[in-house]
């Protein structure tokens, strides 16, 4: 097995790295401009796609080029080469109707932005490239992942961040519900997908809703005091969430959670020395 990675070198991409290595699997990072025509100069059997924008530059265009046209640059290289494809979507191409239901793999799709709306149509392409030329494809729908190394501008980042520099922690959706999954569990997940074959969607997340504000209470009795919140700018208009059925990960992957929230965590604090 001779894996290439895009994005090898973010936050999900350097926990896989570590994954691969601890498994023996051969790879190698792709540097290169996935909006161009795919090159490499040796033959591989698997790519896994992790490389994505999740806010625009300059403007929206940026978004949909990254994560649009370099999805159909990848799948042009993986057809012509045949090279087996996993390909790293949102849990944000749900939406947020019918929120307290468990989202299946089968659940109406409805994304709000442009994001998940970038990653739904490389979803399609995904298919569409199995049915026209029989790519054989995984795609891994993602809830909320979370470890550590993640970078800022994310919730539990922006807590760690508060906690190190004793300074105040905007939270304006505290009863904001979210699906938890820690990140070498979903390195786990990409690994279980190694020898599927045919069109796979999977989600991976938790399967478990909680509350932004309970997610602090649970980091302010790890670190045994409580954090200074500032919720003078509350909205009360998100308080919805989508919680993953991830039956079929368990039924076809053999993949469940190994990492409870909790301990997930704790392994964050020890990490940040805090605790």
């Known amino acids: 097995m001779k894996a290439i990675i895009t994005g090898g070198n973010g936050f999900i991409g350097k926990q896989l790295q570590e994954g691969f290595k601890s498994n023996n699997i051969d790879f190698d990072l792709f540097n290169g401009d996935i909006t161009k025509k795919i090159t ?8 896994v796609h992790l490389a994505a924008k999740l806010k625009p530059d300059i403007g929206i265009f940026s978004v949909y080029e990254a994560n649009v046209l370099g999805t159909q640059r ?3 290289y993986c057809i012509q080469n045949r090279v087996n494809l996993i390909f790293l979507s949102t ?7 019918n929120p307290e239901y468990p989202k299946s793999e089968d659940s109406e799709c409805l994304p709000v932005n442009a994001y998940p709306i970038s990653k739904l149509l490389a979803e399609r392409l995904c298919a569409n490239a199995f049915s026209g030329s029989g790519l054989s494809c995984t ?4 809830f909320n992942v979370y470890g550590s190394n993640q970078r800022e501008k994310f919730l539990i980042p922006d807590i760690i961040k508060a906690i190190k520099n004793s300074s105040e922690l905007f939270l304006k ?4 519900l979210r699906d938890f999954v820690n990140v070498k569990d979903v390195v786990r997940s990409i690994i279980a997908s190694i020898d599927l074959k045919g069109f796979n969607t999977i989600n991976i997340g938790s399967g478990q809703l ?10 302010e009795f790890l670190i045994g005091r409580n954090l200074d919140i500032n919720l003078e700018t509350v909205s009360h208009l998100q308080s919805v969430g989508i919680v993953a059925d991830i039956s079929k990960a368990n039924e076809i992957l053999h993949w469940k959670p190994e990492i409870s929230l909790d301990q997930g965590l704790k392994e964050i604090l020890i990490s940040e020395k805090i605790i």
């Open 139 to 142: 795609i891994l729908r993602l």
């Open 74 to 76: 990848i799948v042009d």
């Open 173 to 176: 959706t505290p009863n904001a």
């Open 40 to 47: 490499t100069s040796k033959p591989y059997d698997l790519l």
């Open 210 to 219: 909680i509350s932004l504000s309970d997610l602090i209470r649970r980091i």
């Open 91 to 97: 849990s944000g191409v749900y939406g947020e109707e």
